[in-house]
């Protein structure tokens, strides 16, 4: 249906190659033009000035959730002034032994035009439905917890 690609370029700048010493930091460039300067997370000799891929996977699954409740609520008529979502992933161990972004939790506040406030029941039933239609969150085995406030 439809191809995405990224090109990502490293660049060895260090002078050693050994484990504790090169250099993690790279861009990642996307077909619009967009470039992000990357690095590995802080934890792994990262660079905490750059967005790591753990990161980027947790942006992406809260993303992908946001534009996917919109859309869901937009078919509905709801009208949403704003939506901010302050998503966590936990690093942990998996089935396999080993280190994975095991679950994710987002913890999205949607803030709706004052005369079509849904219900709590309602609102978990819109990301339920947002949740079980995000292309991410279908593409991945991550557990992902939605912590509407």
């Known amino acids: 249906m439809s191809e995405h690609t990224v090109t990502v370029t490293w660049r060895r700048t260090s002078t050693s190659f050994d484990y504790e010493t090169y250099n ?5 460039s996307f077909d619009a033009g967009v470039q992000v300067r990357a690095s590995a997370a802080p934890a792994f000799h990262g660079d905490l000035d750059c967005v790591d891929p753990e ?6 699954l809260s993303g992908c959730h946001m534009l996917t ?6 078919r509905k008529r709801l009208i949403i002034d704003a939506y901010e979502d302050h998503a966590t992933g936990f690093m ?7 280190l994975a972004v095991a679950r994710v ?3 999205p506040r949607v803030r709706f035009s004052a005369s079509v406030a849904p219900s709590q029941d309602e609102l978990a ?3 339920e439905q947002a949740h079980h239609n995000c292309i991410i969150a279908n593409s991945v085995s991550a557990t992902i917890t939605i912590e509407p406030a």
């Not at 993690?24 to 990642?28: I, L």
């Open 55 to 60: 990161e980027a996977y947790v942006a992406a």
């Open 105 to 107: 939790v987002l913890r």
């Open 92 to 98: 942990e161990k998996n089935v396999h032994g080993k």
């Open 69 to 74: 409740f919109l859309a869901v609520a937009s």
């Open 125 to 127: 039933k819109l990301h």
């Open 24 to 28: 993690r930091d790279h861009s990642w």
